[in-house]
């Protein structure tokens, strides 16, 4: 009985302790979250981060991407809605990708996972300010950082019926959006391709246009841009071969440049780049195309890794 009531008392005792000790933790963080909510204590983290060399033209970046004149490391932050994660194996390919094309040897991705957007389609304005709101990586030092978003719902302006279907695109020099449940959707209902097919070729046809392809901040050595898609190549076959993007969304691109409103150098259209893989893969090769010769020449030519098979 004596026992027990010593034990009530030590019991209690502890417990005010634990209460005095969780009373000060709770104090402490109601502090510091009132230093942080302190609009000078705020603006001050605020004001640390520089965003100026990220908010360049699609392209711009593109000798500090290829070489290592600037930077020498990439930090690519990935950040998607809940549920649309890119597959392991297409952000293995897009590291290879990016190891044979650049001189980049410290890559580093990292993985931010969002909560869903909640809109039936997002205009590229919308997807600018969610990434203001949720982009924490940007350049610092000799580290250049890249945004990709994987967005949970299709463009803005998608029309199936019309053909018009856009997977992925680019608005600046360190930016890009790929819209994964559009993604999702075309891979599904192909019988040829796997998801990571789609995902890869769009991911990586969207950073050849951060590499400066075609004739966007890489200067073409000899002219292979097609000229009826600017940006694009008319080689064949290549990644960033303009079959890939427009199917009638060159209008929208060109009223898109007009409105004056955040653009895309690119709107890659699904239902061709779909049709081009499968074809392929009939063919018994690789799904996507890789870059052919000219534009392998044009990234050796503005500080890319010279290509092997050149
Ligand atoms: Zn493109
Ligand atoms: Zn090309």
């Not at 005792?13 to 402490?28: N, P, Q």
């Not at 901040?217 to 694009?232: K, L, W």
């Not at 209008?251 to 409103?261: E, L, S, W, Y």
């Not at 779909?274 to 063919?283: D, F």
């Amino acid at each position: 009985m004596f026992k027990k009531k010593r034990y009530l008392r030590q019991n209690k005792r502890m417990k005010s302790v634990v209460f005095a000790t969780l009373t000060f933790m709770f104090s402490m963080l109601l502090a510091c979250s009132s230093d942080a909510e302190n609009p000078n204590g705020g603006e001050e983290t605020e004001t640390e981060v520089d965003r100026t060399g990220n908010l360049l033209s699609t392209g711009a970046s593109a000798n500090d991407i290829l070489s290592n004149a600037r930077f020498d490391r990439l930090l690519i932050e990935i950040a998607f809605v809940e549920g649309f994660r890119p597959s392991p194996v297409t952000m293995n390919a897009f590291e290879e990708f990016l190891r044979e094309n650049t001189f980049k040897q410290n890559i580093e991705l990292t993985y931010k996972e969002l909560p869903p957007t909640g809109e039936e389609s997002l205009t590229l304005t919308q997807i600018d300010s969610l990434e203001q709101a949720n982009r924490t990586a940007y350049n610092t030092g000799s580290t250049l950082a890249i945004y990709i978003f994987f967005a949970d719902a299709p463009s803005d302006g998608d029309d199936l019926e019309e053909g018009l279907v856009t997977l992925g695109a680019v608005f600046r020099n360190t930016s890009m959006v790929i819209y994964e449940r559009t993604v999702r959707t075309l891979a599904n209902r192909s019988l040829s391709l796997l998801i990571s097919d789609v995902e890869t070729a769009t991911l990586n046809h969207e950073f050849g246009h951060l590499f400066g392809l075609v004739n966007l901040g890489t200067v073409p050595i000899n002219d292979h841009e097609d000229p009826d898609a600017p940006f694009h190549c008319s080689e064949n076959p290549c990644l960033m071969r303009a079959e890939l993007q427009f199917g009638t969304s060159g209008k929208a691109f060109v009223q898109r440049k007009h409105a004056n409103d955040v653009h895309s150098s690119c709107s890659l259209n699904g239902l061709n780049l779909i049709q081009t893989m499968e074809n392929r893969v009939a063919r018994g090769i690789a799904a996507a195309p890789g870059l052919d010769p000219e534009c392998l020449r044009d990234l050796e030519s503005n500080g890319g890794r010279p290509s092997t098979n050149n």
